[in-house]
């Protein structure tokens, strides 16, 4: 089975930016997904791509301002994350699934991302 792999977390200050990037173990045809929770809240979707790069709609509070990327060369998908506020914090996590609209059945570990005011 596929295995995922985040990595890019970490602190930054409002208005900073960061690069998340997501490994899977083995080239896949999956649709790969970026989701996030924060402390108290449920996990909720910031976008999602086809290997052939097609992505859904971004959550609506981070429109304009992250970026979803794919390298089936590598195997990766990065989210680029820029004008980053405090309400972004949250544990993001990459997963796998069979569609856009999943079910995404496969799970990274997660990375944390504070962002400080």
């Known amino acids: 089975q596929v295995q995922l792999v985040e990595s890019g977390g970490g602190l930054v200050p409002a208005g900073g930016s960061l690069r998340l990037s997501c490994a899977a173990s083995?080239?896949?045809?999956?649709?790969m997904g970026w989701f996030r929770q924060a402390p108290g809240k449920e996990r909720d979707l910031v976008v999602a791509?086809?290997?052939?790069?097609?992505?859904?709609d971004y959550a609506d509070s981070v429109k304009g301002r992250f970026t979803i990327s794919r390298d089936n060369v590598k195997s990766t998908v990065y989210l680029q994350m820029n004008s980053l506020k405090p309400e972004d914090t949250a544990v993001y996590y990459c997963?796998?699934?069979?569609?856009?609209?999943?079910?995404?059945?496969?799970w990274g570990q997660g990375t944390l991302v504070t962002v400080s005011s």
């Open positions: 791509v086809t290997w052939r790069g097609r992505t859904t």
């Open positions: 997963a796998a699934g069979a569609t856009l609209q999943g079910p995404y059945e496969i």
């Open positions: 083995e080239r896949t045809f999956y649709a």
